[in-house]
């Protein structure tokens, strides 16, 4: 279809007798399928993003909209063990409790209180190390 297509980055028609097409319906001269962010070129050699008609590459797409890890904000890597509390995601050597430190294994009961873990032993104590006045828990 050279001549017919218009190409998503620049706009121009493409009558190249190659073009990229990334979805159905977007299409770019070869020369301008780059990173959004970075303007690595992307072809056949690199693995392409879309997100809102722009394209990115893994790297980019990764920093900038892939799931961070709730304590230290880093982005997870395929192999990465996770746990996951609420809506939050942690390394797993990211999961500590706040108070003590000690990491929290699948299993251990803790407590979410803002947007800091709590150990079972913690959860009862308020920070400077005085009993909290007890009231409803949460797992």
């Known amino acids: 279809r050279p001549g017919l297509a218009l190409c998503a980055g620049c706009g121009g028609r493409i009558q190249d007798p190659f073009l990229l097409r990334v979805s159905p319906d977007l299409e770019w001269h070869v ?3 780059k990173c959004a962010e970075c303007g690595q070129p992307l072809d056949e050699t690199c693995t392409c993003f879309l997100r809102d008609g722009k394209a990115y590459c893994k790297r980019d797409y990764s920093r900038l909209f892939g799931v961070k890890c709730a304590q230290c904000r880093a982005s997870f890597s395929s192999s990465d063990l996770v746990m996951r509390a609420r809506d939050h995601v942690y390394h797993l050597e990211c999961f500590r409790c706040a108070a003590c430190g000690r990491q929290l294994l699948p299993g251990d009961q803790f407590c979410l209180r ?6 079972r032993a913690d959860h009862g104590h308020n920070h400077d190390g005085t009993a909290a006045a007890r009231g409803p828990r949460s797992p």
Request: aromatic share 0%.
């Open 31 to 33: 020369a301008c399928l």
């Open 114 to 119: 803002d947007r800091d873990l709590l150990c």
